[in-house]
């Protein structure tokens, strides 16, 4: 048996704790789906090239990457002056996985979907959101009606359940830390093609952003158990504590050069 070591002392002042082990990281098992790239047009399994003037920004774990307003990617932030210079997960708006579409990352990759004659909706883990997807011929909504996620409206194609998302409102980026979604046609294709398997494909069109569409595939695995709720915005102190602790170290800053 392994034995349990217990270390009394805390770590040295302003030392790291550390926040994450291998316990909280999705490693699911896709068999022989394993690709050499998700993407597949262009053939080259490569994001083709941006347009000229195309906005990029880039996020992360690390320090704040200085940049201006508005902040478009999930993770990380240009400053913490006020909430809006904070990436959108942080802000609790859209998660760092949640889609549309979906690319996997660390943990809570989860997808429900469930659907009556009319309706199909899709359930994502991370941040709780449901999008719903209208399976009638009704009217799109007007175009300057813009959304986070967009506006999906989805169809059958045989046995495979197509949505088509339009009207985003261009404050997320299009794809890989680049562009602004504001004229980004998004199509899903969900295909059961096993018991326990759903081929998921995705088609990127924003000519404002890339020099092509971008197509790729993700395949996704059925699980067992449910969702459980993520509840971000239910005491979001981590956003709070965020600008508070900026605020004590700008007054530190500032007794230290009175001194």
Known sequence: AATLVVDPDAPPEGDNPGGYNDFWFESAGIGDLVRTSHIVYPK???????VEGAPRQYGGLGPDIPGSRPVRYVVGGIAKDGHEDRGLSERCIV???SGPPFVPSLYNN??????NKDTAVIMTEMI???RIVPLTKDA???DDIRLWSGDSRGWWDGDTLVVETKNFNGLRQTFNSTGANLDMVLTERFTRTAYDTVEYAFTIDDPSTFTDRITAIVPMTKVAGQIYEYACHEGNYGMTNILRGMRAEERMAA???SD
Not at 44 to 50: H, I, K
Not at 110 to 115: D, G, K, R, S, Y
């Open 44 to 50: 080259d399994g490569r994001v083709p090239e941006a």
């Open 95 to 97: 998660g760092f996985n």
């Open 110 to 115: 989860n997808v429900q979907i469930f659907q």
């Open 128 to 130: 709780h959101d449901a």
């Open 140 to 142: 799109p909504i007007d």
């Open 255 to 257: 007794e230290g050069e």
